[in-house]
């Protein structure tokens, strides 16, 4: 599957921002995905992951309540809608997908496929 992030920018602190992330293939259902983020000088952490039929999602604690993921199977897209976001949370975001069930979300090793990455730039 080939992942193409999008919907990056400059964002202002306290505003909000959604960004996506577009899959190839007919089989997007039969992945979980997730999102993760890399600031300069920094390990790709993780953000948040979604359940193959999105009835399930996971969010690190430092976005809990401000970000949330969402699925459209339909569409073969996976959104993050970023809320209050915050200078910190400054970083090129990445979605990736995997295809094993089970384990640990917020490992990257456990995802098969990435996308390229998108910039979001919070302002203070």
């Known amino acids: 599957v080939q992942l193409q992030a999008s919907g990056g920018g400059l964002v202002q602190a306290g505003g909000s921002l959604r960004v996506s992330c577009a899959a190839s293939?007919?089989?997007?259902?039969?992945?979980?995905m997730g999102w993760f983020r890399q600031a300069p000088g920094k390990e790709r952490e993780f953000v948040a992951a979604?359940?193959?039929?999105?009835?399930?999602?996971y969010y690190v604690d430092s976005v809990k309540g401000r970000f949330t993921i969402s699925r459209d199977n339909a569409k073969n897209t996976v959104y993050l809608q970023m809320n209050s976001p915050k200078p910190e949370d400054t970083a090129v975001y990445y979605c990736a997908a995997r295809t094993r069930s089970g384990g640990p979300w917020y490992f990257p090793s456990f995802y098969d496929y990435w996308g390229q990455g998108t910039q979001v730039t919070v302002s203070s």
């Open positions: 293939g007919r089989t997007f259902s039969s992945y979980d």
């Open positions: 979604i359940s193959r039929s999105g009835g399930s999602t």
